[in-house]
């Protein structure tokens, strides 16, 4: 890596080792940290939320609905009681009712309705995890069936537009005229994309054990927010929240899946209240695709008119999604397209389909990565038709004000990073003809594609303490699902005190602690970070003006950074990046390697360049995956995905992921928080499957429009069998 001393907003590039921790420069933010739990994982002493064993623990399995919609009429659970250590069958009829937690997928076991294959309809406690599995197999549930529809079409008759999507962004955004726009254009791109299903399938399933003290209830859970669980919690069993505690120390990720509470906790505390016992409740891999959400697919029309220049004219993006009747879930795909180029006429709709599925959800870069997938692959289409190179194309689209809401940005390196990558992946060069290397069977391309993500943030509380032997204390209910987030606000806490790192220790993951948001949106660090440096800042002041060494109970300061909400809000704030990628296809297997891939960043300072370096580089890796093999598959007859567990579900391994290279430029922007950060836990796989799909096409001259690239839709497509729906 090299360094510059950067003016503000200048480039500054990195990518792996900085300085030190504590090094003689002082510097704490940005240098090189190894994760404090590092050792307690690879060892494994580090407890995940199905590694606590209170005393007589019991296991609980649950019974999913075998019919994709109809209604429960009877459940036969005597087979199931007579087997061997079976303590009870819960199931609608005998479940305790729980009150509204403003989320109907926690309503579980309230009633006899099945709104899809998978729900849950009963659930067996046992004295071991085998007992349970086996009598949840000899539980015999009785349905009567509706017709049901589980297919999204773009022409589906139940399809409409609504109020807002996810993130509160309205469903629906026009400026100027884009069709007058688009058809006086003198150069038009009109393309279909398609995104499938996906699932967020994190190394550890969802897990909880629950254990009640009278009407105190602990839960060691596999979550995002250990606080919002316990709030949820508090609202369905009706009881004071601060009767809850939540434990979500370690967490295997997650990747939204786990941001917002899950049934298996409720079903946890359910059972464990029914037999008196601690209860376990692992959600089996094959249950998650109906149980924790999922990306929903998207169809997604995308029409650019333009200057011969490649100079946009008009942007229209629409999509067509789906969600279940179980509530409302509508992921923003179309809103890259109000923020990402500049144009006079613009359009971004989403329309939604309710079907007899599972509720979709959050998974990584919600509604930003497919979005941009089907506007990169559009920005590459049109590269082609105007002649323009696929870089300087986007560059000449390059904006400083945000299109949709002409807020200027608070900083925007997009060209930077453009500039930067091309240099670095050695662009120059680029034969820009598709097909054009050859090399026996294999087909070489390359692509590239830009890569954004909007700057988030929620209030949160913090308190720090020092200690009378000169270390320092904070707390704060963050959660750690495998970024590093109890290392890096160490070191905040660190820069703020003028400590050594050292010196500071950090307690996170339960919502005993100071409430804190979940780790959603790659807004973790920027809203915990917020508290601690202001709770930090302010303990400083009150060592400052202490006098005397620190009493034995120790100095305490707290902070509350609502007031913060806003800050910011003038200026439309993201990060940035660009994704380079070179491919190989075997022109006789139809395979996809990718043979290196580059990605540059600009995502304000980052904190510790080795925990961010790890994010850039797996949201790449999962961007990857998004582009050559995830595809979850709806049976239509049945209602049920087909691709359920990593057999069959196929995400990237090491064999995959060869020459991968991420760099960033070090922003400064005093639009966003202390530590001047942006969110990476996302933007990595923002962009990644475009860059690889273009790649593909200027290896093999064929226009590939649905993900994901797998060798028989590549080789079908190189046959010749209508390579523009290939």
Known sequence: MRHSTAAPGAARTGSGTVTPPDSADGTVLGASVERREGREKVTGAARYAAEYHPFGRAYAWPVPATVARGRVVGVDDGPALDLPGVLAVITPATAPRLSDAGDPILNVLQDDWVPHRGWCVALVVAETLEAAREAAAAVHVHYETEPHDVTLRADHPD?????????GYPASRERGDPDAGFQAAPVRVEADYRVPPEHNHPMEPHAATAEWHGDRLTVYDSDQGASAVAKALSDLFRLPEEDITVVAEHVGGGFGSKGTPRPHTVLAAMAARRVGRPVAVVLPRRHLAATVGHRPPGLHRVRLGAEPDGRLISLSHEITTQTSRVKEFVEQSATPGRMMYGSAHSRTVHRVVPLDVPTPSWMRAPGTCPGMYALESAMDELAEATGVDPVELRLRNDTDREPDSGRPFSSRHLGDCLREGAERFGWAGRDPRPGGDRRGALLIGTGVASALYPVHFSPSLAAAYAHPDGSYTVRVAAADIGTGARTVLAQIAADALG????????????????RAPLAGGSSGTASWGTAVHEACTALAARLAEHRGPVPPAG???????????????????SAFGAHFAEVQVDTDSGEVRIRRMLGVFAAGHVLNARTGRSQFLGGMTMGAGMALMENSTMEPAFGDYTETDLAMYHVPVQADITDLEAHWIDEEDAHLNPMGSKGIGEIGIVGTAAAIGNAVHHATGVRYRELPLTPDRVLTGLNGAGAAAA
């Open 159 to 167: 399809a409409y537009v609504p109020e807002i999507v996810n993130g």
């Open 499 to 514: 400590v050594p790192l050292a010196a500071v220790r950090t307690e996170v993951g339960s919502s005993a602690l100071p």
């Open 555 to 573: 100095l305490e300061a707290h902070a509350d950074t609502a007031h913060a909400a806003d800050r910011g809000a003038d200026h439309a704030r």
